[in-house]
């Protein structure tokens, strides 16, 4: 036994034992962090340190890594903290190893397990109400009723269900849900939004969009989680939706945007929803725009609650320079968290070889008449005279979860894997990238991501994020400056 400095040495070797096993499975967010700091096992400095980590391996292992040197009351804390926050299983893991039979176990883990309601053995059962939703083979059972089931259940991960964004299968049987595969165990960045400096904002204000308003702009979330079972019988509950919208409803406040978030639209519920945002007269008094979509979709489209779709050229046509002149020349940024198709990523394994060359530079003008008549000098002498024309449709970003054809991933508990990527990057990058280049790390970022389901058709799944942009300028938002004049 360790002095009142350190720790036991049968928990540092429950931990060493067992730290792949954690650093793989184990959520690290706000919530269990605090729990840690509530104890007087973390200082302040040491949680913002963790929670700073960008992924959840890393804040695990810097939890870890801490722990062993902040007292003997540090594992009982760490074991607390992991029944607080549902992840009995790793704490049986550590309480319940082998090399822990017949020591006397220590009493504040003895108290904290008298805290833990129904936990009294080492085997938890599965509850249908569990957060932590187990995999599961559902054999069909051959009785002559249609719809008997038996199900067996296997908790081959605690992490929750992955689910697509698409439609369900009319064919596949409901027990069998569309499943997003995910399944690393990062939760959603809650660090604050970095700041931009003064020098940077001079250094780039020039080249780039005006963003010198407060609020910056104005900001709509729809999201749709709960789907009408009898107009839309096909479309699954989108579990983990809730946690976007929260998460897109922070982060845009943070950067200085009045957010409305709109819950379960059913089409026409969306459609006007956006027509009366567009119509707001403050737009004309900001700098900028932003619209998230948040639902199951397909192509070009998204469902809403009645199971009607929602066609996402009528949602720019809305906000285009003749239907929302409020915006003309101001940026208009969209994130559209949907499915654009049925089918699954399933990857490719990566092979060395030459990089494909460029193509030869043929290009040709695609008007063959575009140049003609310029030499005419009263028709410029016509136009000069004309007001200064804009093109239907410019100035606007669009990130999109998926490519053309693809399914978007969600995370049951996490939120989808867009949303989560796009809210790290604003929160760390704003401060001095430019929103493409935003996207650019974004879709960087969903590239090395992969699935974790194992036993399913779903492991080692693929995504690939894209954007579009008739953007004219750099976009920067930069982040809590406010020029003064």
């Known amino acids: 036994m360790l002095g009142e400095c350190g720790m036991l040495e049968r928990d540092k070797r429950g931990l060493r034992k067992y730290a792949v096993t954690l650093c793989k499975e184990m959520v690290v967010d706000e919530l269990f962090v605090q729990s840690l700091q509530t104890d007087d096992i973390l200082t302040d400095s040491m949680a913002e340190g963790i929670l700073a980590e960008p992924t959840s391996h890393k804040r695990s292992w810097r939890l870890l890594s801490l722990l062993p040197k902040r007292g003997p009351r540090a594992f009982s804390s760490f074991c607390s903290a992991l029944r607080d926050t549902e992840q009995q299983h790793l704490c049986a893991l550590l309480t319940d190893s082998p ?70 299968s009319a064919k596949r049987a409901r027990t069998q849900e569309s499943m997003e595969m995910c399944l690393d165990a990062d939760s959603p960045i809650t660090s604050p939004v970095l700041p931009c400096t003064p020098d940077f904002y001079l250094s780039h204000c020039q080249q780039s969009y005006s963003m010198v308003s407060s609020p910056r702009g104005l900001a709509l979330v729809i999201s749709n989680v709960s789907f009408d079972p009898c107009a839309a019988p096909d479309l699954d509950s989108r579990k983990g939706g809730e946690v976007d919208e929260e998460v897109l409803r922070k982060v845009f406040t943070e950067l200085d945007y009045i957010v409305t978030v709109r819950r379960d639209l059913t089409a026409q519920g969306m459609r006007a929803c956006i027509e ?59 994130f559209i968290q949907a499915c654009r198709g049925e089918e699954m990523d399933c990857g490719v394994e990566q092979s060395d070889g030459p990089e494909r060359t460029q193509s030869p530079g043929c290009e040709q003008r695609d008007a063959g008449r575009e140049g003609e008549g310029d030499g005419d000098t009263r028709q410029m002498e016509e136009r000069g005279r004309l007001r200064v024309k804009l093109p239907q449709r410019s100035d606007m970003i669009c990130g999109f979860a998926s490519l053309k054809g693809t399914a978007a991933m969600r995370n049951t508990k996490r939120g989808s894997w867009f949303i989560q990527e796009v809210n790290s990057a604003l929160r760390f990058r704003a401060r001095d990238t430019h929103l493409s280049d935003i996207l650019v790390q974004v879709n960087g970022r969903i590239k090395d991501r992969e699935g974790y389901a194992p036993g399913t058709p779903h492991h080692r799944c693929k995504e690939m994020s894209e954007f579009t942009s008739s953007l004219c300028k750099d976009l920067y938002l930069f982040p809590k400056y406010h020029p003064q004049y």
């Open 99 to 168: 090399e822990r039979d017949g020591e006397r176990q220590c009493p504040q883990t003895a108290r904290a397990k008298d805290r833990t309601e129904g936990v009294s053995s080492t085997k938890y059962p599965i509850q249908a109400s569990d957060r932590y939703a187990p995999f599961t083979k559902t054999p069909v059972k051959d009785s002559g009723e249609e719809g008997v089931e038996e199900k067996e259940r296997y908790v081959d991960s605690p992490l929750p269900l992955p689910t697509q964004e698409g439609t369900v």
């Open 276 to 334: 009366q945002f567009g119509r707001q007269q403050q737009h004309q008094t900001v700098s900028s725009c932003v619209v998230c979509l948040l639902s199951h979709g397909v192509e070009g489209a998204i469902y809403g609650t009645d199971g009607q779709l929602l066609e996402l050229d009528w949602v720019f046509e809305a906000f285009d320079n003749a239907h929302c002149p409020l915006l003309q020349n101001k940026p208009k940024m969209f």
